[in-house]
T-cell receptor
Framework: AQSVSQHNHHVILSEAASLELGCNYS??????LFWYVQYPGQHLQLLLK??????LVKGIKGFEAEFIKSKFSFNLRKPSVQWSDTAEYFC?????????FGAGTTVTVRA | GAVVSQHPSRVICKSGTSVKIECRSL??????MFWYRQFPKQSLMLMAT?????????EQGVEKDKFLINHASLTLSTLTVTSAHPEDSSFYIC???????????FGPGTRLLVL
């Protein structure tokens, strides 16, 4: 069985600060990795994904994530956040046929 | 981009009635659709996976007779909550996987309140 854990439940930071959200997974085989974002009142949107190749993945809105296989991690980063980045962020893993989600991290960016 | 819609966006019903939620992929064909349930401040929990033209696969602990799933076409899946009870109140989200891709796209969700 696969599982995902996100380290932070709620992160509060100021505009222009750097953001890093931790994500670790457990699964014995090859995985596909995703980060989704859910803005207030909106549906889940894909930020970025990793299937294979370069472990440093760049997504939309200036986000990037790095897959470190030895650490079973897929941390999300953004060098300088904006107020509009306030949202819920979900890490997800697909090892077998289904997508498993972490508990989510609420990010609040203060202007 | 790929768009998934859900209808209705919110529904209030009486205990004992049935509620049908539709999930449509608007601009792509989805051979596989997924139904999730999201509790407040919690993650999405997969309820079932439906493949077009075949029976849905339910996750452990999900009652197939209570949550009926039909995936009649490549663009439509429905979830029917039968004999709804207050504990079924939740946020139900569908997701569709593009026929030729591995990425899942999510609908906006349906808020169900059972009185």
């Amino acid at each position: 069985a696969q599982s995902v854990s996100q380290h932070n439940h709620h992160v509060i930071l100021s505009e222009a600060a750097s953001l890093e959200l931790g994500c670790n997974y457990s699964y014995g085989g090859t995985v596909n990795l995703f980060w989704y974002v859910q803005y207030p009142g909106q549906h889940l949107q894909l930020l970025l994904k990793y299937f294979s190749g370069d472990p440093l993945v760049k997504g939309i809105k200036g986000f990037e994530a790095e897959f470190i296989k030895s650490k079973f991690s897929f941390n999300l980063r953004k060098p300088s956040v904006q107020w509009s980045d306030t949202a819920e962020y979900f890490c997800a893993v697909r090892g077998d046929y289904k997508l498993s989600f972490g508990a989510g991290t609420t990010v609040t960016v203060r202007a | 981009g790929a768009v998934v819609s859900q209808h209705p966006s919110r529904v209030i019903c009486k205990s004992g009635t049935s509620v049908k939620i539709e999930c449509r992929s608007l601009d792509f064909q989805a051979t596989t659709m997924f139904w999730y349930r999201q509790f407040p401040k919690q993650s999405l929990m997969l309820m079932a996976t439906s493949n077009e033209g075949s029976k849905a696969t339910y996750e452990q602990g999900v009652e197939k007779d209570k949550f009926l799933i039909n995936h009649a076409s490549l663009t439509l899946s429905t979830l029917t909550v039968t004999s709804a009870h207050p504990e079924d109140s939740s946020f139900y989200i569908c997701s569709a996987r593009h026929r030729y891709q591995e990425t899942q796209y999510f609908g906006p969700g349906t808020r169900l309140l059972v009185l």
